[in-house]
């Protein structure tokens, strides 16, 4: 029995995407950080400090996933949550100084996973280009069925 396009694409997709997380593992143990944490330093590094609500919609996670997440971060020292003194219902993530201080080895997981990926700087560009054209919501907000 033949499979259609889409259940090819998705399964290849979500294997993609387990290897991926999967692949940093060893890389992220001896910092302390899961994924998702590894994600929420690496985007920090470049954009802190910044609101809860910016960051989550940076990393598509939303309130519900990326505060727990935040709290970890939190209790192991490498962000910091506070209240925003211009608006006290907007809360601003910002690195600590061990969270700064994570940056080189943090920097060279993403040499380390594109090493081990074995692919050249134009075809990672492609590939990312490609899965950030299928992550991005359609501009009707609506997924098209």
Do not use: W
Request: a neutral charge; proline letters at 5%.
């Amino acid at each position: 029995m033949k499979r259609g396009l889409g259940t090819q694409l998705s399964f290849a997709l979500y294997g993609a995407a387990s290897r991926m997380v999967r692949m940093h593992k060893p890389f992220l143990d001896p910092l302390g950080l899961t994924f998702p944490q590894y994600l929420v330093t690496l985007d920090l590094l470049g954009h802190a400090p910044t609101t809860v609500g910016t960051l989550g919609a940076r990393l598509g996670m939303d309130t519900g996933t990326i505060t727990p997440l935040l709290k970890r971060l939190e209790a192991a020292g490498i962000v910091t949550r506070t209240r925003d003194t211009q608006d006290e219902r907007r809360v601003l993530i910002d690195l600590t100084a061990h969270g700064r201080a994570l940056q080189p080895e943090v920097e060279t997981v993403t040499d380390k996973i594109k090493s081990a990926c074995q692919m050249d700087d134009a075809a990672m560009e492609s590939l990312s280009q490609i899965l950030e054209g299928l992550a991005r919501e359609p501009a009707n907000g609506k997924d098209q069925s």
